[in-house]
């Protein structure tokens, strides 16, 4: 699949398959962010893989998936993550506008999971301070998201956004629709 094709499919997933993720695969992912574009090159970001099943267990229960349409929306038994890349920021390197470098490195996770079959969401809603303990994080490091990951569980489909199509919802089968907005109404050309 083409970087393009990869970039339409990709979706966010919150219901995995039991089957576990290859270590060397996180370790490719964690690659490909660090070679993310970093705003002055400053490079603060730095990651932790998670997929002990002792720990995965413990940072599931402090994560917050889908408030819109929780509790439906959460994993269910047997379908968490089968890993997690927590993403930190070094302060001593970088005290703001390490945004940019974030969404570029998760997107180029995400997009290089999905290239490996894995499914993956991107969760900012988290327990930051037991994380942070549980995980042994440095008082110089911020804890920002985390990129949960596993093969997919659920199918999620594009919806055309329209005044009565907004929000996301799920089906009892588990089937994820995200409605988006028509490339003809973002879109200007030369002038607005």
């Not at 945004?99 to 930051?128: C, Q, R, T």
Request: glycine share 4%.
């Amino acid at each position: 699949m083409n970087i393009y094709d990869l970039i339409v499919a990709r979706r966010t997933i919150r219901q995995f398959a039991p089957k576990p993720v290859p270590r060397e695969i996180l370790e490719k992912l964690v690659n490909v962010a660090r070679l993310a574009p970093s705003a002055a090159n400053l490079q603060p970001l730095e990651y932790i893989i998670v997929d002990d099943d002792g720990l995965k267990k413990k940072v599931f229960s402090w994560l917050k998936w889908a408030a819109s349409i929780a509790p439906l929306g959460n994993p269910k038994p047997g379908h968490e993550p089968q890993a997690y890349i927590f993403v930190l920021v070094n302060r001593q390197i970088r005290q703001k506008m390490y945004e940019y470098d974030i969404g570029a490195a998760i997107e180029n996770m995400a997009l290089a999971a999905l290239g490996e079959g894995i499914a993956s969401a991107w969760v900012i809603s988290i327990d930051k301070p037991r994380i942070l303990e549980l995980l042994h994080i440095p008082e110089h490091y911020e804890l920002d998201a985390v990129l949960a990951l596993g093969y997919p569980g659920q199918a999620s489909v594009v919806e055309e956004l329209t005044e009565t199509c907004k929000k996301y919802w799920q089906e009892p089968d588990l089937t994820f629709h995200v409605p988006k907005r028509r490339l003809k109404d973002i879109l200007h050309i030369n002038k607005f």
